[in-house]
């Protein structure tokens, strides 16, 4: 860690009162080491991160941290603040931050070395010095790892510890009998713990799982699926482990291999406050013959503590887990319609549309002809659409059953295509995938078969039910719903079109890059699978309105600075270029910090937008790029004006909103250096 962080990095008098004021402290002195390339650009990657799951952990430590293609080196920023900031822990208040960047494409290495420091966060004497420590250098080279030899004292310690398992251990034996070897065997957990980032939690999770372990005399083996690598945990383990626990926010990959075991299943900051009470419920679900399959998880990634064991919650989590599946999905769908979708809108504009019946050019390429180029592009891009609903399919099953329903769901997507059922016959196809291989995977089988059902009995059984399906029993019917969709699409005009553009404007809007957001999002890229006009003007619609909430912002902090703190200023002018890039989440910020005015103000203003570009009839084939694609967009000046005028109508509210909470003209001085401001809560 000898380059991540020195003393210049160190503030051990942290003046800032909130963590977007910490944030920006610590990044600029990153900034100054030449470290993060663009300040504004990073604290918006760092605010998007926040944002997903408050970065503060029990024991007063605050950890934001993020992935940042504006980051050339992975680094490491110390603050110590004396008052305390609010990064969102049970406990209270943090006074030692850490503000770990990483780039975009950072190596295995250096992200073990930052998960190495995520790791010693749990031990309560490394926090201790870290708060005695008075000499920046020092708490730099303690953070580096460079500390002195251990004390004698802390090896009696040690030894104190090890006598007290071994004491632990004796008691339980006799208490059992204390007469065979069998019995004295532990009993032994394996977990696995991950988060969104990988940086950080997965690795505190893992420490502070086994370090509980190590207190309570369980054996608990953890593996951690982060960014700095995935190395299985060893079948033999798995296999003679008494339960399972799942600490995780992102979807537990290869989750068959934990099936038949107890499990408790929550998110990964339960992992890491509350270690005891997991490996404790973990030994009652043992005790009472609690089985669970890798599939009865409760929770979506990231959704909370749900303990995901089959229990009577499970139908009351039914639409979480549905959401999860279809999200799936669609998230492995969406680099197929964009390559696919941006190809051929690139095609279109070289050649026009009639470039789509050339001929093939495996047998006429001309390379002087820009015709030949643009069929080229167009026949690559064609080929990459092809995949789109079959992949849909494919992973919508396998976030259902894991990696034995990938080939009855890609069978069932190719199958849907086959009978024209489109976009809905593979969300039906991957679905049905999905509950095959589960039920399948449920039936007992003799000890023999075990190792070829997922590889071979599973994917047989389940692509032969699922291909007869489609093809005989729900194919045909899903084959005339979508051909009425697609005729109500294009069929639609005047005030029908404007009531879906609001629709669509208000989801794209309200949650901003959350569910509502995302299905509106995966009803208009799902269109594109099959382009006709009206779903051309949906992506269209989809894509303008989505646009609106950071443009707005951006906007408002312009026009109105004082009505914003120093912190919300600064992610104003990065603001402007997510919106301008069609990035909805660039408005997060904001709305987390004052939602009940700005939710509904962008509402607004995406509503006006979607509504508007559907009455103007703009169309689009490219699934993203914001105004980077308007060259490809049909009615691109109409399409613009709808994305102004939306932008104008959120950003008027907005201001007006703020303006209206204020009690004297005083409060609407400029924010202090630290970022606060005086405001009356409406």
């Not at 008075?134 to 802390?154: K, N, Y």
């Not at 926010?249 to 499990?263: I, S, T």
């Not at 992506?539 to 950071?550: D, H, K, L, N």
């Amino acid at each position: 860690m000898s380059e991540l962080i020195t003393a210049e990095l160190v503030d051990l008098d942290l003046s800032a009162t909130t963590k977007d004021a910490a944030a920006r402290s610590l990044a600029e002195r990153m900034v100054a080491a030449h470290r993060v390339t663009d300040l504004d650009g990073f604290l918006a990657d760092v605010a998007a991160r926040e944002a997903q799951m408050p970065t503060g952990l029990d024991g007063g430590i605050g950890i934001p941290h993020c992935r940042s293609e504006h980051v050339n080196a992975p680094t490491l920023a110390f603050g110590r603040s004396g008052a305390g900031i609010d990064f969102g822990a049970a406990d209270g208040p943090a006074d030692l931050v850490f503000l770990i960047a990483a780039p975009a494409g950072a190596d295995d290495d250096h992200l073990t070395i930052l998960s190495g420091l995520a790791r010693r966060l749990m031990d309560p004497e490394f926090t201790a010095a870290l708060r005695a420590g008075t000499d920046p250098r020092a708490v730099a080279a303690l953070i580096r790892g460079e500390e002195p030899p251990e004390e004698p004292e802390q090896e009696q310690v040690e030894t104190g510890k090890q006598e007290q398992e071994q004491e632990q251990a004796e008691t339980a034996a006799e208490a059992a009998g204390g007469t065979g070897a069998a019995e004295s065997v532990p009993f032994r957990i394996v977990a696995v713990t991950s988060c969104p980032t990988g940086i950080a939690h997965t690795y505190m999770a893992a420490e502070s799982l086994a370090a509980a372990g190590r207190a309570e005399g369980v054996e608990v083996t953890v593996e951690t699926q982060g960014s700095a690598g995935f190395k299985k945990l060893d079948p033999a383990v798995v296999a003679a482990a008494d339960a399972v626990i799942w600490a995780h926010d992102v979807e537990v990959r290869e989750k068959a291999r934990f099936r038949g075991k107890p499990l408790v299943d929550v998110g990964v900051k339960a992992g890491i406050n509350r270690p005891a009470e997991l490996i404790a419920e973990a030994r009652r679900k043992a005790e009472r013959g609690e089985i669970a399959t890798a599939s009865d998880s409760d929770k979506a990634s990231g959704s909370g503590d749900g303990d995901g064991n089959g229990s009577g919650a499970d139908h009351a989590h039914f639409g979480v887990r549905l959401r999860t599946y279809l999200m799936s999905g669609v998230s492995y769908m969406v680099p197929f319609v964009a390559a696919g979708g941006l190809l051929i809108a690139l095609s279109f504009a070289i050649g026009g549309y009639e470039i789509a019946s050339a001929k093939s050019v495996a047998d006429h390429f001309v390379w002087g002809e820009a015709d030949s180029w643009a069929a080229l592009l167009n026949q690559i891009g064609s080929a990459a659409f092809g995949f789109l609903v079959p992949v849909l399919a494919g992973y919508i099953a396998y976030g259902m059953a894991d990696r034995p329903a990938l080939v009855p769901g890609f069978v069932g997507g190719a199958i849907a295509l086959t009978v024209n059922a489109g976009f809905l016959g593979g969300l039906v196809a991957g679905l049905l995938a999905g509950a095959v291989v589960m039920a399948v995977q449920r039936v007992p089988v003799h000890a023999t078969l075990r190792g070829i059902m997922p590889v071979l009995v599973i994917p047989l059984i389940a692509s032969a039910v699922v291909g007869s399906l489609m093809f005989i029993v729900v194919g045909k019917p899903i084959a005339s719903l979508q051909n009425a969709l697609t005729d109500w699409l294009n069929g639609l005009s005047g005030s029908n079109a404007v009531i879906l553009g609001v629709v669509l404007g208000l989801m794209m809007c309200f949650d901003m890059g959350g569910p509502l957001n995302k299905v509106a999002y995966a009803f208009a890229v799902g269109g594109l699978a099959d382009p006709t006009p009206g779903s051309l003007k949906v992506m269209a619609a989809v894509m303008a309105a989505g646009m609106v909430p950071p443009l707005a912002m951006a906007l408002a902090t312009t026009v109105r600075r004082r009505l914003f703190t120093k912190t919300e200023r600064e992610n104003g002018r990065a603001a402007w270029v997510l919106g301008a890039s069609f990035i909805t989440e660039g408005a997060i910020p904001f709305a987390a910090a004052d939602p009940l005015r700005v939710i509904p103000s962008v509402m607004a203003g995406g509503a006006v937008t979607g509504a508007l570009s559907m009455a103007f009839g703009a169309t689009l084939r490219a699934p993203h790029g914001g105004v980077f694609v308007v060259p490809l967009i049909g009615e691109p000046f109409l399409y613009l004006l709808a994305i102004a005028a939306g932008t104008l109508v959120a950003t008027a509210l907005v201001v007006l909103l703020k303006g209206a909470r204020r009690t004297a003209p005083e409060a609407a001085g400029d924010a202090g250096a630290d970022g606060s401001r005086v405001t009356v809560a409406a």
